[in-house]
């Protein structure tokens, strides 16, 4: 059960902190109020998308915590199963939006996922919103409203058959990708086999593009780099003034005088060494310019090998490394090519076993919801009676298709028949708006009747009913609130007087800023507001016509609920 509301930011609502209690909790107030704010603080706290631009203008963040009482432990095994603490059975979720579209999910304090908090919101609270009884109209929804009145076997065939079927789709696209037109796979096996083999027959080898373009270098420079070479030999050979004699020479001069002091013996030790290092300059220098070689044959190998090099980077990558990883790609992608082709026998093979699989499957399914459609036509019928429709007939027609669906092999939509001497119709076809949001409450009321959820909001349910119909909804929400929580947004007097705890919603200005509010109403108070929503001009005689209103409901509750 929802014990709290904090809601602050969302919209026109600054800040509200609710209190909320058992049976029926009924939210009313003026059009334009937002009252729908209250229903969308609850579905964004839930995980439902939205959009930034419901933080309430010059705030950073918008935000709201649900507090809830789990009182069946329904929710216990998910918080253990992902390590999130709980103090008995208090389960709090919280959720921030920032204006930057940054949002924060928290469970019991510890930050979660949205997926968490979605799975555990679906086992403690069921929100039929506004816009809800449209998807009545909308065939391709029948199936998914039929499948939630399934049991546990009904639930885990057709979970079984989603996983079939998603093997089931995935090989039937690989066969599509072999089946692809033949000259198509032939162009393509030809192109990924001449390219595999124009790289190979290059023989290319990792870093070869940087030594080639070095050797280059030389061999083109390679009369300067002679001359250069040979002239600083000579510099350092010369027995008149070469570096190497001059060198001896001062380090002779001060041999006989090294052990005289330190400084001169370290002098010594220098030009000893200087002289060492240029005895291996000049060996080394004779030797680089032995082994230069000037070949306009061998520059022109060069070139054309750099070339080869530059034509592959134009088609293949940037430098050898990539070109060799795109070389891998096309074999890999040849290689399964020439597998799918060995392989498309073992696959249709595979698809024709699941084809028979998920059509035993599909025909369990279809008896399960001929089954479940026949118990459900009886039950919303019944409950159509008690809403004012006492001439209605439901009927689920549930028919065959030739193809695999994610539902199976099945089509179901709605049909219905609200008036003696008509015949059935598609529930898109005749239903008015009145007799669509009947038909949502009396299938609401026949899938919470086996169901666990303590919670159930339902926002504007009344739309399109007035008079007796009115009446007859008030009183089923009554019963539904009889063993769980309801809460509900009204604009009709009979709803509101069965309520429990009555709550008003407010617009109101304060400081040039319109904001929301909410109070708990006494018993004046509701006396008041069910003047208001009886006919807007509050007097005597409407005052007294809310009191009897609100004893009639009273009444029904002590005596039917």
Known sequence: MLIELHVKNIALIEEVKLKLHDNLNIFSGETGAGKSMLIDSIQFAIGNRTSKQIVRKGQQCAYVLLEFQDTKNVVIPILEENGIPYEGRKIILERTLYTSGRTVYKINGVTSTRGIVRDIATLLIDVHGQHEPQSLLETAKHINLLDGFGDEQFIAIKHSYDNDFTKWQAISQKLSDIDIDDRKKLQLKDMLTFQIEEIEMANLKVGEEDELKAQYQVLANAEKILIGCQKAYACLESEDGGALSLTGLASRNIQDIANISVEISNFYDTLEGVQSQLQDVMFDLRRYTEQIEYSPEVLVDIQNRLDTIYKLRKKYGDNIEEILEYKDKCQTELDEMLSAENDTQHLQNELLKLENILK?????????????????????????????????????????????????????????????????????????????????????????????????????????????????????????SSDRQVICITHLPQIAAMANNHYLIEKNVVNDFTQTSLQLLTDTQIYQELSRLMGGIQTAITLQSARELKELANKYKETRV
């Open 360 to 480: 035993e499957k599909a025909e369990q399914l279809t008896k399960m919801r001929i089954c479940m459609a026949s118990s459900l036509e009886g039950q919303i019928e019944t409950h159509l009676r008690d809403l004012q429709m006492p001439h209605a007939q439901f009927k689920i027609n549930v028919t065959l298709t030739d193809i695999f669906t994610k539902n199976g092999q099945n089509n179901v939509e709605f049909l219905i028949k609200t008036n003696l001497g008509d015949d059935l119709h598609p529930l898109s076809k005749i239903a008015s708006g009145g007799e669509i949001s009947r038909v949502m409450l009396a299938l609401k009321t026949v899938l919470l009747m086996g169901d666990t959820i303590e919670t159930v909001i339902f926002d504007e349910i009344d739309s399109g009913i007035s008079g007796i119909a009115a009446q007859k909804v008030a009183e089923k929400l009554a019963i539904i």
